[in-house]
């Protein structure tokens, strides 16, 4: 059996639903559907995975394509999970970890829930694909279906960031700017694909993305030698990704393949966007769109989550919290991990760096705890999120070479 898929589910009001025809939001009450496995005839051993390729098909009994002729990849998964000891001397943790999404294909983790969504919409017979986006999913899903074969027409904000815009170009998709937020693209996607061929593929529209998304969380069991760590950082704009790890880790344990519990799990946000991170701190199963949203963390800039409830539930039921940082901060961050670890982070994952710090200092996360950053893409897709300060000097000319200060960086 390639996939053990059993039906669709909604988490809201547990209507289930054919997982073999095409599905879009629950038709009883509007949520995200949730795809089901039936565990019991997953007919592997976890160490059989060791024979495997290492890319995130090797769980294909625990994704939706139903045949590996099915399969629509671009060498997607297993990426590395990094020591990074300077920083977390910086933080002030002995153990910390930083799962690095940005050598994806595309460069960011939108690579896993391109590569299942796509694979599975095309299993399905969709032919025709349009989604809003902050730009790494839009570029992400152009690229699998190029590779498929299927049309992509991706509606992002004009101040979208402009490598993503040109990776969407490139892949062949049909990109259209909106002069707003992700909610504005969102709402002329969806008027744009009513009663056509055309299906609406954004976060959480339809099942799979999800599934994607939560082999971070399978991986990530693999590399730690099928344990859990205690606090995983999560940067949350639409919340797949938390939703899906969360997911993800849930199924292993119920397969027997890990031990719970479940790692607390932490939702970070930006202080120009924080809709989830103000419904948590005041106990809220949802949250409330958010005024006027704006930060550099572009990825993050999601004013109203259609899957919040998801994300609250996996907070509330992990025992995890929310924060939000500056700015600011998170772009001091991002030349700090480079500075300390050679890493160049996107802002997003650079926001976990900060929060971690917060939550290290008010005694939340302990010292002695196993902490692990999700680095959600490259820091190449935000070239302007560093400075770059260098002096130019003539052929002739000579080179002084820099001095070490107080802090062990260095200065010309």
């Known amino acids: 059996m390639f996939s053990c898929l059993s039906h669709l589910e909604c988490p809201r009001c547990d209507a289930t639903y054919d997982a073999f025809i095409r599905q879009g939001l629950c038709t009883s009450c509007g949520s995200p559907l949730l795809a089901r496995y039936d565990l019991s005839s997953v007919p592997i051993r976890r160490s059989a995975l060791a024979g495997r390729a290492p890319d995130l098909w090797r769980y294909h009994e625990l994704l939706p394509v139903s ?3 099915g399969i629509v990849s671009l060498g997607e998964g297993m990426t590395p999970l990094l020591a990074v000891p300077r920083l977390a001397e910086s933080l002030g943790l002995r153990q910390l970890w930083l799962k690095d999404e940005g050598l994806l294909p595309t460069g960011s983790f939108k690579a896993r829930g391109a590569a299942v969504g796509v694979s599975r919409a095309r299993e ?21 279906a190029a590779r498929a074969g299927l049309d992509m027409l991706v509606a992002m904000p004009v101040d979208a960031p402009m490598i993503t815009q040109a990776e969407t170009v490139a892949a062949g998709g049909r990109l259209v700017l909106v002069d707003g937020l992700i909610s504005d693209a969102g709402r002329l996607v969806s008027a744009a694909v009513a009663g056509s061929h055309w299906v609406d593929v ?10 994607g998304k939560k082999t971070m969380g399978f991986e990530l069991a693999e590399q730690l030698g099928w344990r859990m760590p205690d606090v995983v950082v999560y940067p949350t704009g639409g919340g797949v990704g938390l939703i899906g790890i969360v997911k993800g880790l849930a199924e292993l344990v119920a397969l027997g393949w890990l031990a719970g519990p479940l790692p607390r799990m932490v939702c970070v946000q930006a202080t120009g966007c924080a809709p989830i991170v103000r419904a948590f701190e005041a106990g809220a199963a949802e949250s409330q769109p958010w005024p ?22 996996a907070l509330y039921d992990t025992d995890g919290t929310a924060i939000a940082v500056t700015d600011e901060a998170l772009l001091a961050d991002v030349a700090l991990v480079g500075r300390l670890e050679g890493l160049f982070v996107c802002p997003e994952g650079a926001a976990t760096v900060t929060a971690t710090r917060a939550l290290v200092e008010s005694g939340w996360i302990e010292p002695d705890e196993e902490v692990v950053l999700l680095n959600t893409g490259t820091g190449l897709i935000y070239p302007d999120t560093v400075p770059v300060n260098a002096v130019t000097i003539r052929p002739d000319g000579d080179l002084e070479l820099p001095s070490r200060v107080a802090d062990g960086s260095m200065r010309p």
């Open 202 to 211: 954004g976060t959480l529209k339809e099942p799979y993305r999800i599934e």
């Open 67 to 69: 045949a590996p002729t």
């Open 292 to 313: 006027d949203a704006r930060t550099v963390a572009f990825g993050i800039t999601v004013p109203k989550a259609l899957g919040d409830f998801l994300v609250l539930a």
């Open 124 to 144: 399905l017979g969709v032919r025709a694909m349009a989604m809003p986006t902050n730009g790494n999913a839009g570029a992400a899903w152009s690229a699998y």
